[in-house]
């Protein structure tokens, strides 16, 4: 297993892995090709891939305000689960955020996801039961 930045020409199978994932994403919003060129472009180290045979196999997409890191739709392909391959890019996640100043890791995980809580949970992250999250959107679809 290889790890490395993504560019855009990983576009079309970030996508297929994340359909593969189930996990939800906004095509028309902050996921779509335009949106994800111009987040690239601005910090071209926070799209990391994890590839098997040169084929992406796990994701995650950092972001950072300073203040806290967060790693954000990180998901690994079925065939290729229980592998260590989301731990690991979590590791190199906290790695590329530290060079950034970041002290505080963070990652938002629906209550009903048992692999992601337990996941993180081993990587010695802390659950605030306490928080509960608050949005404001100009639109679903963003
Ligand atoms: C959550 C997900 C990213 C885990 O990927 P993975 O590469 O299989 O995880 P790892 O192999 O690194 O697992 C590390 C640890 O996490 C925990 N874990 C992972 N999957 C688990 C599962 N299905 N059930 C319970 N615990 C799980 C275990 O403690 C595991 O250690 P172990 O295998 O030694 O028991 C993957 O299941 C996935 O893509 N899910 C769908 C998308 C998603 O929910 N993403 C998270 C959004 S917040």
Request: glycine share 6%; hydrophobic share 40%.
């Amino acid at each position: 297993m290889e790890m490395r930045k993504l560019t855009i020409d990983n576009y079309g199978e970030l996508i297929e892995l994340w359909s593969k994932a189930r996990l939800p994403f906004k095509p028309k919003g902050r996921d779509s090709k335009k949106a994800i060129t111009a987040q690239m472009k601005a910090n071209p180290e926070f799209f990391l891939g994890a590839f098997a045979n040169n084929h992406l196999v796990g994701v995650a997409i950092l972001s950072c305000d300073m203040r806290k890191g967060w790693i954000n739709r990180l998901a690994v392909d079925p065939t290729y689960r229980r592998l260590g391959i989301a731990k690991a890019l979590i590791a190199e996640s906290e790695k590329i955020l530290r060079r950034y100043g970041v002290k505080i890791f963070c990652s938002l995980i629906e209550d009903y996801n048992v692999a992601s809580k337990n996941l993180f949970k081993k990587c010695g992250y802390v659950e605030h039961r306490d928080i509960i999250y608050f949005s404001k959107r100009d639109s679903d679809e963003i």
